[in-house]
């Protein structure tokens, strides 16, 4: 399985934007980068997907490096409730019977403070 | 339905019985995935299943975890003679997995079992 690399964890202050960081040196040609976040005592949810380009939604923005060796999962304006561990997946589309599986690493931890 | 839905809750168990833990994915998802999460650790990949193809078992940690799918329903996750150190957060996930685009995988709650 393709390797992603993280910080333990990350600390920002509220209402300040937030870049956590992804290495995935092995990335191949067909792994599609993943974000979840776990929030204190519940399930993972998805925060955002992308391949090559830079993606936005509502909850955050994904930027690439050209290389696709690294990415950037970017919270525009941390709010307390962003505190949760972050975890970065690479996620490949195996056609001939494999299986294209999530696995998690121990993600960043991210502290918000007031 | 609403989300994912797993049961029990909570489970205490005595050393040495069988569990059997329950997933309800979303209504049409194909993938469903089950992971073990003990305190205070990240989640470890146990078992997946997609549609019709040969389930994943890569990450079952030993013969006394099974898991069976019916279709592309429910999911149980049967583990034999429980051991204290099976004492988790056990989480089911299911994606719609339609094409290699999404695979945004949605939770449901987890069931804590006890070994005790």
């Known amino acids: 399985d393709a390797k992603t690399t993280q910080p333990n964890s990350m600390e920002s202050n509220e209402e300040e934007p937030v870049h956590l960081p992804c290495n995935h040196s092995t990335i191949s040609g067909t792994d599609y980068i993943h974000w979840y976040r776990q929030l204190p005592s519940q399930g993972p949810e998805y925060v955002i997907h992308?391949?090559?380009s830079n993606v936005n939604n509502r909850m955050a923005s994904l930027a690439i490096a050209e290389d696709r060796k690294s990415s950037t999962l970017i919270l525009h304006r941390a709010t307390l409730r962003d505190a949760a561990v972050y975890y970065c997946i690479l996620s490949g589309f195996i056609t001939q019977g494999g299986s294209e599986k999530l696995v998690f690493g121990k993600g960043t931890k991210l502290t918000v403070n007031p | 339905g609403a989300g994912v839905s797993q049961s029990p809750s909570n489970k205490v168990t005595e050393k040495g019985k069988d569990v059997e833990l329950r997933c309800d994915p979303i209504s049409g998802h194909t993938a469903l995935y089950w992971y073990r999460q003990r305190l205070g650790q990240g989640l470890e990949f146990l078992i997946y299943?997609?549609?019709?193809?040969?389930?994943?078992k890569s990450g079952l940690p030993s013969d006394r975890f099974s898991a069976e799918r019916t279709g592309e329903s429910v999911s149980t996750l049967t583990i034999q003679r429980t051991q204290q150190e099976d004492s988790a957060v056990y989480l089911c996930a299911s994606s719609p997995r339609v094409t290699a685009q999404n695979t945004e995988a949605f939770f449901g709650q987890g069931t804590r079992l006890t070994v005790v």
């Open positions: 992308g391949l090559t």
């Open positions: 299943f997609q549609g019709n193809s040969a389930p994943d």
